[in-house]
């Protein structure tokens, strides 16, 4: 009798635990579920995507330093690179995380230019890339660069963001800004682009926002290409700040015509035309014959087709 009680009151506990288990289960299913649905999916065939530029406020602002503005796509002439050159990147500090941002943006660039960029562990190096948060964003233009002592920057990236780095590379390359392009610059509305831009983050001088924004590259200094509003050489221009209150959305990647741009700037060598021989119809089809029908006879076919191109 006592056995049957101890064996009634197992089997309850293990019932009981197993309803616990199962309710347990019901109440997580919605989490679970949560979770699994919050895994954005990856899109298939993006070719570069910006990891961390979400934390960069709108009103913060490149400026290139001592850029002479010399416009869709604009480049200074005198200042791009030798074409197929390569060209060394240092970098002064920085956490693994920023050189990585720094190095994607290199590989991306690289895929469209005719330059090989290295990283040497030592210099002397062409580019030298400073991570200074109190010192903005910036970036001297092409081969400006060699002016500058080793020991100083020629780039400093002052927030977080692959769209930064793939900008100020942009003025490395030999690029100026987009919204200086002289054919076709926004129509600004100064007074409100100055009281912007002179209070923080910026907290630039009128003469750096004349340079950097509402003056023109002059047109006889500057390769250029009709206006591109998503250059990603083009900042976020908010409406506020142009004459007839159309804003402009900026770029956060290369667009098609910066790609297009820089490659003609750096163009790569053309491929090797493929190798062709003429030979009569009649050799061609009795060699095709020959390969075709009898695998044998392949050697000899090859042997007869060297004969006949002189090969
Ligand atoms: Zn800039």
């Known amino acids: 009798m006592k056995n049957k009680i101890f064996i009634v009151f197992v089997a309850l506990v293990v019932l009981l635990v197993l ?3 199962v309710f347990s289960c019901m109440n997580r299913g919605p989490e679970m579920q949560q979770r699994m649905t919050s895994i954005d999916p990856q899109p298939a065939a993006a070719p570069f995507t910006p990891a961390v ?29 030798t074409n197929g ?8 500090g920085g956490s693994a995380a920023q050189r990585k941002y720094v190095t994607d943006a290199f590989a991306e660039w690289a895929k469209y230019v005719n330059l090989n960029f290295t990283f040497p562990a030592s210099g002397p190096y062409d580019c030298r890339v400073a991570f200074d948060p109190s010192s903005g964003s910036w970036s001297y233009v ?3 660069c060699r002016t500058i002592a080793q020991k100083s920057p020629t780039m400093n990236i002052g927030w977080a963001g692959n769209d930064v780095a793939l900008h100020e590379i942009g003025h490395f390359l030999g690029l100026l800004h987009e919204h200086q392009n002289p054919t076709s610059a926004p129509c600004w509305n100064r007074e409100a682009v100055i009281r912007d831009l002179s209070g923080p983050p910026n907290n630039w001088s009128v003469a750096m926002i004349e340079s950097n924004v509402l003056n023109p590259a002059l047109a006889g200094n500057v390769i250029t ?3 591109d509003p998503i250059s990603i050489m083009m ?5 506020a700040w142009t004459c007839d209150g159309k804003g402009f959305p900026g770029g956060k990647l290369l667009s098609g015509v910066d790609k297009t741009f820089i490659a003609a700037r750096y163009p790569k060598p053309a491929p090797p035309p493929a ?14 014959s020959v390969l ?10 090859v042997v007869r087709f060297k004969k006949l191109t002189g090969q």
């Open 19 to 21: 309803l616990l288990a």
């Open 53 to 81: 530029s979400d934390t960069v406020p709108d009103l913060h602002f490149c400026k290139t330093i001592n850029g002479r503005e010399t416009g869709r796509a604009v480049g200074a002439k005198g200042k791009f690179w």
């Open 85 to 92: 050159q390569t060209l060394k990147i240092g970098f002064i």
């Open 142 to 144: 092409g081969t400006d």
């Open 225 to 227: 290409t009709p206006l």
């Open 235 to 239: 900042y976020s221009i908010p409406g």
């Open 275 to 288: 190798e062709t021989v003429t030979i009569s119809k009649a050799d061609a089809a009795a060699l095709l």
């Open 292 to 301: 075709q029908n009898n695998a044998a006879a392949a050697d000899t076919a």
